[in-house]
């Protein structure tokens, strides 16, 4: 394990992934605490404030506190963004390791029907998903969940099928080993980890649509201080202040390139031969 | 390339249409709007309410109103708007046509950057040159459409003020009037694609020059330039082909974002609209045509693919 975390901090991207990562993870647990202001606290007299002491990112169009709110909303962009992975995954990673265990007419059928899912922009299928629940936060969850659930059936699928020909599967058979000791001893451990890098890479998939679906006003509804919500919303008062709108589009774009090289980094580190 | 691969792609592709079909219409079903009560208005009376559900089939079982209207897909007769009362196939393949145009520039500017990136950062691998690329490339997946769109407009239009910040002219009309509207969405909905692309054929042409062709090549003194060009890329650059058909299906997902953001009147605003709206014929539709878009453009990747690269069998 600690050889493992050696070889992700030496890679440049596994360094700084992890970093970028540690620090948005101890925003989401200490953000609450760490604020200075309510996210909700209204300053009327410091409205589009430019950074300063008092308000090291500004102040917004109702004078409240962009770093306090940031912070808060860190929380709800990261959390939901994780947990919709989470959910994806594991349903894709059921689908596809199912699928490829059941092999022929069946493996067949499900796979060209999760090909056929695919034809439809993962965004809208997000969209038709949160127009049949209603425009919430959770329902936003599950739709990007949904929509992740077919790519990730592919790659489980291909994972655990590149994996049953390795020759230390057929040595375990050649011993006589049972299917339970060859399945949870030698294919788990090697099926998790291609999955564990595709999935860090797709939260900041996860990130940027649940920003986009709430940008749309399908996701978190004001005056929730989601990311996605708060460039939204900045976008009507541009005239008035910049830093209203760079602030949170920074924060979103940082998480995604935080997970985009932690990911990039875990790959590095579990290939040790390439 | 057997005729019969041909012909078991053509049935796939109608198989996904289905699959999609079945899919869009369990979802329009389960939705909670009453068309009868959309295009009459909330103060209709309950015998005109009913009448209408009787002509329009809505009290039928579900499986029979599915048929009738995949019947009329395939005859080319997708509904009428329940908003506007007007046909939807006309309206939303003239949508279709604009977004088109949009995702056509994209692909072309996108190509024209992120080929050479990809190359330079793989010949110059681990140099400047590569880091700078790697480095854009990282902040371009990291940036969704509607930020790069609010940061574009924000920058270029309202503090430089050199392009208008949205609004679309076709470029029938008003050629440049309408390219000069077309640059901010083209050059942000290309963001994310030129950033993966990049990325891919860096890592194609990185491992194509070690294999042993290439050594062979270096070893009979060709001149390095002619084994990048001759020997290198040809073969780094056909997967791409695969890659960028594959980003198709995100391309269309943009284009809705952009298509918001700067009122191009495509078929993704069309959806958006349709979604909000709840106006059913127009989702169904406009998602159908969304997939069929992509399932063609990938099936015709695979076929230049084979042509272009003689040794690939598919059977």
């Known amino acids: 394990m600690t050889d493992f975390l050696r070889r992700l901090l030496r890679t440049p991207q596994g360094f700084l992934g992890s970093l970028i990562v540690g620090l948005i993870l101890i925003a989401v647990v200490l953000g609450q605490w760490l604020t200075p202001y309510g996210p909700a606290d209204m300053q009327a007299l410091a409205r589009y404030g430019a950074p300063s002491v008092e ?9 409240r506190d962009i770093l306090s709110r940031l912070l808060n909303g860190a929380r709800s962009t990261v959390v939901m963004a ?11 990673a059921v689908l596809g390791t199912g699928s490829a265990y059941l092999g022929g007419r069946a493996d067949e059928f499900i796979m060209r029907t999760v090909d056929a899912v695919m034809a439809i922009p993962s965004l809208l299928l997000a969209l038709l998903v949160v127009s049949l629940l209603g425009s919430s936060s959770a329902n936003a969850l599950l739709a990007i969940a949904i929509a992740f659930m077919p790519s990730m059936a592919r790659i489980s699928r291909s994972v655990a099928l590149a994996v049953r020909k390795q020759d230390y599967v057929s040595a375990a058979i050649a011993r006589g080993e049972g299917s339970t000791y060859i399945i949870l001893r030698e294919m788990l451990p090697n099926v998790i980890a291609p999955i564990v890098v595709e999935m860090t890479i797709r939260v900041s998939f996860a990130v940027m649509l649940f920003a986009t679906l709430s940008f749309l006003g399908l996701g978190a509804q004001p005056p929730a201080t989601d990311w996605g919500l708060m460039v939204s919303e900045a976008r009507q008062y541009l005239h008035r202040s910049y830093w209203i709108l760079l602030w949170p589009s920074a924060a979103i774009a940082l998480t995604a390139i935080g997970f985009n090289l932690l990911g990039d980094g875990l790959r590095d580190a579990l290939n040790p031969r390439t | 390339m057997s005729a019969n691969y041909i012909l078991k792609r053509i049935a796939l592709i109608f198989y996904t249409l ?6 869009v219409f369990g979802i329009t ?9 959309m295009m009459l208005g909330e103060n209709a009376t309950q015998e005109a ?48 046509g604009t977004s088109l145009t949009l995702a056509g520039f994209a692909l072309v500017f996108m190509l024209i950057l992120a080929m050479p990136m990809g190359v330079i950062a ?111 890329l040809r073969n780094a650059l ?27 009147p495509g078929i993704g605003r069309s959806l958006m609209s349709a979604i909000q709206n709840r106006d059913l014929p127009v989702i169904q539709a406009g998602v159908m045509i969304m997939a069929a878009t992509y399932s063609i453009v990938n099936f015709a990747a695979d076929l230049m693919y084979a042509w272009l690269d003689k040794r690939i069998q598919y059977d």
């Open chain 1, 55 to 63: 308000h090291w990112l500004g102040t917004d169009q109702y004078g």
């Open chain 2, 238 to 264: 056909l997967p791409t082909i695969t890659i960028v058909a594959l980003d198709v299906g995100y391309l269309l997902g943009g284009v809705i974002v952009v298509e918001e953001i700067f009122s191009i």
């Open chain 2, 49 to 96: 309410l009913e009448a209408l559900r009787q002509r329009m089939g809505l009290n039928d079982p579900v499986w029979m109103q599915y048929l009738h209207w995949a019947g009329g897909v395939l005859q080319g007769d997708f509904g009428t708007s329940l908003r506007t009362g007007q046909p939807v196939g006309p309206a939303l393949f003239s949508a279709l």
């Open chain 2, 122 to 232: 793989a010949i110059r691998r681990g140099k400047p040159a590569d880091l700078i690329v790697s480095f854009i490339s990282y902040i371009g997946v990291s940036l969704p459409e509607f930020v790069t769109a609010t940061l574009a407009v924000m920058l270029v239009a309202d503090m430089w003020g050199l392009l208008p910040p949205a609004g679309y002219i076709p470029l029938s009309q008003d050629f440049w009037g309408g390219l000069e509207r077309l640059i901010l969405p083209v050059v942000v909905v290309s963001v994310m694609m030129i950033a993966h692309v990049s990325r891919m054929v860096r890592s194609e042409l990185v491992d194509v020059m070690h294999t042993d062709y290439i050594r062979a090549a270096r070893l009979k003194g060709l001149h390095p330039r002619r084994v990048l060009f001759r020997h290198g």
């Open chain 2, 18 to 23: 289905f699959i999609v079909s079945v899919l």
């Open chain 1, 82 to 92: 994780l947990l919709a992975t989470f959910i994806g995954t594991l349903g894709g």
């Open chain 2, 29 to 37: 079903q389960i939705l909670p709007a009453d068309a009868a009560v």
